[in-house]
């Protein structure tokens, strides 16, 4: 499948694997890349010389191009930007603000940049200032997000916009990938699919979880603060939205909160902990039930979607009179 975003990023598949903090490292990426998709580095809040380590090591792994997130609230952005201009990294996503005052930087170096946003007025901000692409991110999606939903947000940036679309929050098989292309993308960004695949090197009790999630399993905290996150319900997210409340009432501080959050996704992820720790989650876990390679996952994706994808509306009718999508 060749669309603009696979000529855009030099890639075989218009798959893109999203970025996850303490979670999408060189192991993830350099098998997504390997795979044909567009591996990511998470860089969250890790020290220069782990992202530097980690796309050296991504790049040992695989030749194909290699991706890096920046959450722009990070207070070491500016040297996060410049390093990845030294490094040269083939794709910059960014989210958490505006990557303009690093975007003439990246393209000097010959980077693709490629701001992930929730709303239609960004998207137009970030293409006049230079993006080469856009990630269109619905609020199905696990971690942080935005407030409108997959299939409102696709269609009105797709419109918005001139440049390729990415639609991200509710992908994690062919459907999802068919219904992102059928509203205008030319690309999918897939997240909590990614949790599962055996190159992902999130702990074991995570990824169950994960696979043992029905649709009603998410839950959303931070809407008062501004910073909503996504996760799968445990004692510490119900914790958190009861902190939320009581905050929001005037009954205490955000000191409580503050010392309940820090921390919580490396418990979860590193030290296993999934009562404790945040288990930021897509809605989208209800239909993910296995562990596979990164590669099974994208020819996965991408065998379903063109499958999917290639029925008239009267022969997915049918298909779904028999649940036989799979089988198309």
């Known amino acids: 499948m060749k669309t603009r975003i696979t000529e855009l990023l030099g890639i075989e598949k218009p798959i893109i694997q999203g970025a996850m903090a303490w979670i999408a490292d060189a192991s993830l990426a350099s098998a997504v890349s390997e795979a044909g998709g567009l591996g990511i580095i998470a860089c969250g809040s890790a020290p220069l010389s782990w992202v530097e380590d980690q796309v050296k090591e991504a790049r040992a792994k695989t030749s194909k ?50 701001p992930v946003i929730a ?21 199905e ?29 509710g992908v994690a098989d062919g459907r999802g990938m068919a219904a992102a292309f059928a509203l ?7 997240g909590t699919r990614f949790l599962t695949a055996k190159e992902c090197t999130v702990s074991a009790n995570y990824k169950q979880k994960i696979i043992e999630a029905k649709d009603s399993d998410t839950i959303v905290t931070g809407r008062g603060s501004g910073h909503p996150v996504r996760q799968l319900k445990n004692h510490f997210a119900r914790e958190a939205k009861s902190l939320e409340e009581k905050m929001a009432a005037g009954e205490i501080d955000g000191s409580e909160l503050e010392q309940l959050l820090t921390g919580s996704l490396k418990r979860a992820v590193v030290d296993g902990d999934v009562v404790n720790g945040s288990i930021m989650s897509g809605e989208v876990a209800a239909i993910i039930h296995d562990e596979k390679t990164a590669r099974e996952i994208v020819d996965d994706l991408m065998a379903e979607a063109e499958a999917w994808g290639s029925l008239n509306l009267q022969q997915m009718a049918e298909a779904n009179a028999t649940r036989g999508w799979k089988q198309v």
């Open 184 to 190: 205008g993308a030319e690309g999918v960004q897939v």
């Open 119 to 139: 709303s239609t007025a960004q998207a137009k901000r970030m293409e006049r200032a230079g993006a080469d692409a856009v990630v269109a991110e619905g609020e």
């Open 65 to 114: 191009p290699i991706g890096a997130n920046i959450m722009l609230m990070n207070p070491e952005a500016p040297e996060l930007a410049k390093l990845l201009a030294d490094l040269k990294i083939d794709v910059v996503t960014t989210g958490a603000g505006s990557p303009a005052p690093y975007i003439e930087m990246w393209k000097a170096a010959g980077i693709k940049v490629v």
């Open 141 to 169: 999606a696990g971690g942080h997000i935005g407030q409108l939903t997959t299939m409102a947000l696709t269609p009105s940036v797709c419109e918005a916009v001139s440049i390729p679309v990415i639609t991200a929050g």
